[in-house]
């Protein structure tokens, strides 16, 4: 089992709140409990083929930091912790490790299977795709900076379950472990439990906030009483700094609660007001008798599963409508649905069938499967995409358009028939969909596409959201489409 230790601010987006800034006289800090949780020890698998190289540092070359004999001749021990003295090859800061292992395949060693990344890979010209077998990424409780050559260790435990790491400096490591820091860490500020990694990277995501902080003060007044639709989130905060005389979010979470509350506490807002109840129990005393003139909904609910999951703040808003104003404010004012067609290079083949491998025929093993997930799978299912290079094959299609204005009881049952043109020759393994939100007239935030798809070019996907997929049958896999 190897180990890296890297300094990352990319990756680290997914496990460290940053303040937000630059939103009137002052930031929005992060509460002193949230910037000193070590955070979840829970593994973040990741395809860190996909993660830039110029996004991270190595503070290190890969270590090997376990070694487990499948053969029984010795025992595994279901506790252990290693040791590894190193010198960094890198100044910076140690904030992370990226994980993987090898596997020795025969007695004599000459048959390994590698999952280690195409940096450290033993053949990275012939390495094999995988979506099981994983890199991981586990981040480190405390980050240390270390100098060019300083030397230091990186501390490596494992229980039946669990793998963490530490890094200490050799003068104050050697002695032994400070009482505490070799047991697994937790979170004990809460949103390390309540967030996941994609929702800390959301929060994160300095486009997404500004884009947010951008249209809110076009329409936040001294005057304004504001409404947030959500979970977790920091949209109260920001429409509070702004200005706005008061804001309620409703959070009937009691963990996220706890969270938000934190922040309010810590920044000393006095305009901001938990509710904690759903939608359609609010009454008018919640609000202090007041009348909502500025809905605001980030579209993120924890129980969501597939992007338009999160209209629910649509239906949420129709249980409100008593205690709005005439004239109320809705933001976001669009939902669309968006579609592009997509040659995948490799996600494909987790639906694809064996056929004959090695001298093996596996079509009865294909014919069971593909019969099994014909009756359980659904043809659509939410995917980390930017994890999964593709090449789009026609140019993104607004399947559905909701005016989130109107109230959603008006609506009559919609259905659509749409074409997609295919502007390009390729395999069409898969259509991604995903929502597009107008915030206002000016501002628009995408959960998919972060850069405009170029047909015969590789998608750029968001990488703080998963979207859903939906897989071309089998027969379609090596179909060629032509262009018009």
Known sequence: ??????????????????????????????????NKCGGSAAVHDI???????????????PLVVFKFDYSGKTPILFQEHAVIETAAKNAGTSQLVFMWWDLQMDVDGEVMLSCAPRWAHPEPSNMQW????????????????????EQFQLHAYHDEYSLWFTTKNTANGSKGCVKGQDERPICTCGAHVVCSRMRIGMHNDKLRRQAWVSALSKVILPSSVCLCLGQGSLLPLIAASLGAKQVFTLEDSAMSRRVTESFIDTNGFKNVKIINKRADTVTKEDLDN???????????????????DNLYSWYALAHLAT?????????????????????????????????????FNLQKFDQLVTGSATISDALIEPQPLWEYPGTALSQPLTLMEFDLTKPVTEQTDMQY????????????????????????????????????????????????????????????????????
């Not at 990352?8 to 949230?34: F, G, H, T, Y």
């Open 47 to 61: 395809q860190l083929d996909q993660i830039p190289a110029e996004s991270f540092r190595p503070i290190t070359d």
């Open 417 to 484: 028939v749409q074409e997609l043109l295919f502007e390009c020759t390729g395999s069409c393994n898969g259509i991604a969909f995903w929502m597009e939100y107008d915030v206002c007239d000016e501002t628009s935030i995408s959960t998919g596409l972060t850069q405009t798809a170029k047909v015969g070019e590789l998608c750029v996907w968001d990488r703080y959201k998963r979207f859903v997929l939906y897989y071309c049958s089998f027969a379609m896999i090596f179909y060629q489409v032509f262009t018009k």
């Open 130 to 149: 995988r979506d099981h077998w994983m890199q991981a990424v586990y981040y480190l409780p405390t980050e240390m900076p270390v100098l060019q050559d």
């Open 1 to 34: 089992m190897y180990a890296q230790v890297v300094q990352s601010s990319l990756i680290s987006r997914w496990n460290k709140l940053e303040p937000i800034k630059n939103i009137c006289a002052s930031d929005i800090v992060v509460p002193d409990n949230v």
């Open 323 to 359: 205690h709005l104003t005439a004239d109320v404010t809705v933001m976001p004012r669009l939902a669309r649905i968006k579609a592009v067609a997509v040659c995948f290079r490799d996600l494909w083949k987790i639906r694809a069938p064996v056929g004959s491998t090695e001298g």
């Open 290 to 308: 007041h009348k909502i003139d500025v809905v605001i909904s980030e579209q993120f609910f924890h129980t969501s599963v597939l992007p338009w």
